[in-house]
């Protein structure tokens, strides 16, 4: 199997198993969009993923891919957000923005109360937001959401 230049360049560098990490940390990436240091099984990818030595190949890579890779040591979670610029991502439809909002809404509010555990983690129920949905109307036509049984 060929291999890029830059994970050849590494894997002299550093080695084998660091090219297995490499490749381990982007696969993750790809599959979860966002990693956080403390999440079961990401931190060893979330320490590849920020180490200085492999930074420059990781935003390379997930730029070469339309993403933009951030990063935030300060609050210790690492991100792909698809490029802006570029129209290849699927939008989301009305229905999930506004389930995104609602979740939003609830975590805040928990926050606000002091309720939020280690690392700002909010547990909730599906009972306990459906009943904050259960009042709303659809935007654009004021007609409520469909029920379904």
């Known amino acids: ?5 830059e994970l050849a360049e590494i894997e002299s560098r550093f080695g084998e198993s660091a090219v297995d990490d490499v490749r381990k940390a982007a696969n993750l990436m790809l599959r979860r969009q966002f990693l956080f240091a403390g999440d079961r099984g990401a931190t060893h990818a979330y320490e590849v993923l920020t180490s200085p030595r492999f930074r420059i190949y990781f935003a390379s890579l997930f730029d070469a891919l339309g993403y933009d890779l951030r990063i935030s040591e300060a609050e210790q979670w690492v991100g792909i957000l ?12 009305a229905e999930h923005t506004i389930v995104l909002l609602v979740l939003t809404l609830a975590w805040q509010e928990e926050v606000n109360r002091g309720g939020a555990e280690s690392r700002a983690v909010v547990a909730t129920t599906l009972n306990a937001l459906f009943e904050r949905t259960s009042g709303c109307q659809r935007p654009l036509t004021g007609r409520p959401w469909p029920r379904h049984a």
Not at 1 to 5: A, E, F, Y
Not at 82 to 93: E, G, Q
């Open 1 to 5: 199997m060929t291999m890029l230049h």
């Open 82 to 93: 698809p490029d802006v610029h570029l129209d290849w991502f699927p939008r989301m439809r």
